[in-house]
């Protein structure tokens, strides 16, 4: 079975620039959720998807952050216009129900020059 | 607002040794986790803890939860080189959310 994956696995951006992160998660997993490590920091809690629909996004740090789950299955986080402090690594992790243990991705690192 | 303290942070052990990590966190909990991610990959769920007084052990791994004191160890015997990593301990917020509420990680690094 295919583990969590993320796109791309490195990005570096000037400021102002846009990125978009992408997240597929397990077959079959309705929840999605997206979390980013700012280094040697905690990983914080960005957002829960249910399937398409945003469940939790509470963590979400201003509104140059927008995630998209259309379909219910792959997650796209697009960051524009990027800064200096979004920089870090970012995961996205899903789980069949809310219960359960989340299976991690290994993470896009996002560099803002 | 539930805060998980981890230390130490950085941890440079011999192989052989024994050490114990330390997971303090300030609000009641329903669950607490540890993963370990080796550099580049992903998170890699190692235990996950319900109720006080359980103890978990996989391998030279063994992991404890105190609710009482809300404090969870993770014991480290015999280190080898392959558990050299960083360790998350994680803490679901109360409630019934299931979001876990990380620590900053300890990085652990076994030498010979």
């Known amino acids: 079975e295919a583990g969590v994956t993320q796109f791309p696995s490195h990005s570096v951006i000037e400021k102002g620039q846009t990125v978009t992160l992408r997240c597929d998660p397990i077959?079959?997993?309705?929840?999605l959720y997206w979390y980013r490590r700012v280094m040697g920091k905690e990983i914080k809690f960005l957002l829960h998807f249910v399937k398409e629909s945003k469940q939790d996004e509470s963590g979400m740090p201003n509104n140059r952050f927008l995630a998209e789950r259309t379909g219910g299955t792959y997650s796209t986080l697009k960051v524009q216009p990027a800064e200096l402090e979004d920089s870090g690594v970012y995961f996205c992790?899903?789980?069949?129900?809310?219960?359960?243990?989340?299976?991690f991705g290994p993470g896009t690192r996002l560099l803002v020059l | 607002e539930l805060k998980v303290e981890q230390n130490p942070l950085f941890l440079s052990m011999q192989e052989g040794k024994n050490y114990t990590i330390y997971c303090n966190y300030s609000t009641t909990s329903d669950r607490l986790y540890w993963y370990r991610q080796d550099p580049g990959k992903s998170l890699e769920s190692l235990f996950v803890l319900l109720s006080n007084g359980a103890v978990k052990q996989e391998g030279r791994l063994m992991a404890s939860l105190d609710t009482k004191a809300r404090l969870s160890t993770l014991h480290i015997t015999a280190a080898v080189h392959d558990l050299s990593a960083t360790y998350f301990c994680?803490?679901?917020?109360?409630?019934?959310?299931?979001?876990?509420?990380f620590g900053r990680g300890t990085s652990l690094i076994v030498h010979p």
């Open positions: 992790a899903s789980s069949q129900v809310i219960q359960e243990t989340q299976y």
């Open positions: 077959s079959g997993h309705d929840n």
């Open positions: 994680a803490v679901d917020r109360s409630g019934g959310s299931y979001i876990p509420t």
